[in-house]
Structure formats: structure tokens, C-alpha cells
């Protein structure tokens, strides 16, 4: 087991850069993920980690020792990919152990630990046969024993539940979990779906353009999103943005979203945002949740307004409502028994605590 870090990585292919200059210190037993949008360079990270891409500049330390020209085998370190490329004509016992025989590992030693990774990931049944007898998850299993047999320092995951239908995907995120939990080797994850990366990570590395954008647990990702780009890229739907500006009246510290419709700014933001009156290019943003039909009861920063609902989504158990707010598309959520309908008008409330100010010029949360 080893702790990882990355000291001002950078890669570029030829001229083109695709990681430049990131810093990333990853606990020993941590599970970290990388997620972000395609071409953002979470591969091309995860590969350098291996040793599989060559380093333009910086540092990669496993353990204590810089690897940068260690070659991919003496970094104890194993991969699964998207594409886990089980051999086709080697039992499951065969694949899982053939990384182990190739090492001379002894015999009683190699079924020792196969049987243990089979017990860890539920596939003790499965060693006889081929891999062509096998369901997708199953295989996906064998993949994974095959890196768990080795007891490497660092696990490196390059999506690999991408090549598995949307039910097997969300088991196998639980199964992944569970296998951390109980085997807790040091792992770096990549995805580019945002719900994988915060139900499985310790802490979400959300990449974007080669550069890391924010680093912190699922959920302070979530409420504290410190870009706009993290506040979008987080969380489904998506949080909803409105072009806002910020006003004093009679003392008290307002944000504008339209004409007619204008929120109190909650008393704990005040100072942060006495700073932003009359400034440009603000945002404001709210997640749907923060938005709700209107209740008997008010919270303290909850606010009522009234819309014209454009198109309403039952889920079951919610309702997703769409609304047009001073020219943008707003989602809110609310109780399917709300009575919300197409068309209709209807009173909801806004959450103004879990409000977020923006610049968006810059991108940063105020
Ligand atoms: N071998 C290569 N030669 C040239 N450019 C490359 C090479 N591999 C990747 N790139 C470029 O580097 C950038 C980062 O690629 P990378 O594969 O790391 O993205 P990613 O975040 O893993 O994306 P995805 O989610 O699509 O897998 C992209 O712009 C890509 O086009
Ligand atoms: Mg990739």
C-alpha cells in the first residue's frame, strides 16, 4: 500500500497539451476519482501513473520513491480498463492467476491468494470456467481479481464499467466499493459520469481542459462548489443558473433576478456579498431541490414566487418542473402530490441558503 503524489504533472503530445501541471496528493488506502468531461486528460493521467505514457514535466511519487523513469512492471501497480480482455481460452483460475505464474510466484501461494480474491468478489463458483461462460458483471469481476491477486501497491481504474448496461453498472459500483472497503489497497478512478465518481470516491478530482478544477469529498463538492464548471458539472439535473444583480435597499442586501422578481440575501452571505452591488456579469445559481412547491410551513430563507409551469416530469418520487425565469429554463422538485400540471400556474418556493453567487466571467463562486 503507498500514498501517490503528483508534483506539476504535465503531458503533451507534440504540440498539443492534455495535462498541464496538476498537483495531487492521494492518501495511502485512499480511493480517489477523476472525472470530467471527454478530452479533459484523466487517462492520459491514470497512464502516466502507470508508467504506460511517457512525463513532459514534474514528479510522480509512489510510496516514497519518484517512479518517473521506473518502468510500468517494477511500479507495483495494477490496471483495469474499460476493456478487461480476459484470456479467451484460460479459465477464470487460469486469467486471474497468470500475472502471478509469469512471476514464479509458488504454487500453494498463487491458489492462496486466487481463492481469496474469488471469496472478496463472490466468484468462487465461477474458476472453472471460461470466460465466454460468464455475464458481463461476472467477467468485469474476473477483471478486477486478476489486479486484486497481485496485492499491488496502487489499483488505477480507467472506466471500467462503461462497457456494462446502466443496471449491472450501478451493482458493480456497489461491488467496487465493497472490495475497497475490505481489500483498502490506494485507487485512482476514472470516469466521466459524475454519479459514479461521487458514489465511490473518498475524494473527487474533477478535471477540466488538462487542468484540475477542485478537489474535495462528494459533498463538498457538492455545496461548496468553488467554479461555475463544478457547480454545473455536479450534480443531475443540474444546477439551475440565472443572470443576477445584487442591490441594497432600505439596508437590506437584495439579488435581482428580473424585473419583478428580486430574493433577500440570507443575513450569513451579507458581508460576502456587500462587495458585489451593482457588478456585471453575476449568476446566481440554485440546485432543483432547492426549489419546491410551497408548503404550509416557510423556512427562514425560503422565498415564494409564482410561475407558469412549462413542462412538469413525474419520476415517481419526485416531480420535475420546468419554468421559464426571465428568459432562462429553470428545473425545480417537487412532491408528486403537488398538484403540479403543464401549462398551470403554480407557487413555489426558493431555498435562498443553498443560493450560490457567481462571476462569470471569471467562472469563480463568490
Ligand atoms: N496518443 C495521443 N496523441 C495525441 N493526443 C492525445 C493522445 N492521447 C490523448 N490525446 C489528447 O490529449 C487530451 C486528453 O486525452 P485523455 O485521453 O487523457 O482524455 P480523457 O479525459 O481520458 O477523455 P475520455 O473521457 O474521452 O476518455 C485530448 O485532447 C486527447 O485528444
Ligand atoms: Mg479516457
Known amino acids: 500500500m503507498a500514498q501517490v503524489r503528483l508534483h506539476r504533472l504535465v503531458k503533451n503530445y507534440d504540440e498539443t497539451p492534455a495535462v498541464r501541471g496538476i498537483d495531487l496528493d492521494i492518501a495511502d488506502k485512499e480511493f480517489v476519482v477523476l472525472v470530467g468531461p471527454s ?8 497512464r502516466m501513473i502507470a508508467g504506460l505514457e511517457e512525463i513532459t514535466a514534474g514528479d510522480i511519487i509512489i510510496g516514497s520513491e519518484v517512479v518517473n523513469d521506473v518502468p510500468p ?148 463538492l457538492y455545496h461548496f462548489p468553488r467554479t461555475k464548471f463544478v457547480a454545473s458539472f455536479i450534480g443531475s439535473p443540474a444546477m439551475n443558473f440565472v443572470p443576477c444583480t445584487i442591490e441594497e435597499a432600505a439596508g437590506t442586501l437584495r439579488v435581482r433576478l428580473s424585473s419583478d422578481l428580486v430574493f433577500p440575501v440570507p443575513q450569513d452571505r451579507t458581508q460576502r456579498y456587500r462587495a458585489h452591488i451593482g457588478k456585471a456579469c453575476l449568476m446566481f445559481g440554485l ?61 413555489l418556493v426558493a431555498d435562498l441558503g443553498n443560493m450560490h453567487l457567481i462571476d462569470d466571467a471569471s467562472g469563480q463562486v463568490l
Open 287 to 347: 440546485r432543483p431541490e432547492h426549489i419546491v412547491e410551497q408548503r404550509s410551513h416557510i423556512e427562514p430563507n425560503q422565498h415564494a414566487f409564482e410561475v407558469q409551469l412549462e413542462v412538469t416530469e413525474p419520476m415517481g418520487m419526485e416531480t420535475m418542473v420546468f419554468f421559464v425565469l426571465a428568459g432562462t429554463e429553470l428545473c425545480g422538485r417537487v412532491n408528486p402530490n403537488a398538484g403540479a400540471q403543464s401549462g398551470k400556474r403554480m407557487k
Open 39 to 46: 478530452g479533459c486528460g484523466k487517462s492520459t493521467t491514470l
Open 73 to 220: 512492471k517494477d511500479r507495483d501497480i495494477a490496471m483495469v480498463f474499460q476493456n478487461y480482455a480476459l484470456y479467451p481460452h484460460m479459465t477464470v483460475y487460469e486469467n486471474m492467476s497468470f500475472g502471478l505464474r509469469l512471476k514464479k510466484v509458488a504454487k500453494d501461494e498463487i491458489t492462496r491468494r486466487v481463492e481469496n480474491a474469488a471469496r472478496i468478489l463472490d466468484i468462487s463458483e465461477l474458476l472453472q470456467r471460461k470466460p465466454k461462460q460468464l455475464s458481463g458483471g461476472q467477467r468485469q469481476r474476473v477483471a478486477m481479481g486478476r489486479a486484486i491477486v497481485r496485492d499491488p501497491k496502487v489499483f488505477l481504474f480507467d472506466e471500467p464499467l462503461s462497457n456494462l448496461d446502466a443496471k449491472l453498472r450501478v451493482q458493480m459500483r456497489t461491488e467496487i466499493k465493497k472490495v475497497h472497503q475490505k481489500v483498502q489497497t490506494t485507487t485512482v478512478y476514472v470516469t466521466h459520469d459524475q454519479v459514479e465518481a461521487m458514489t465511490l470516491a473518498d475524494r473527487v478530482v474533477v478535471m477540466n481542459g488538462g487542468l484540475i478544477e477542485q478537489v474535495g469529498t462528494p459533498n463538498e
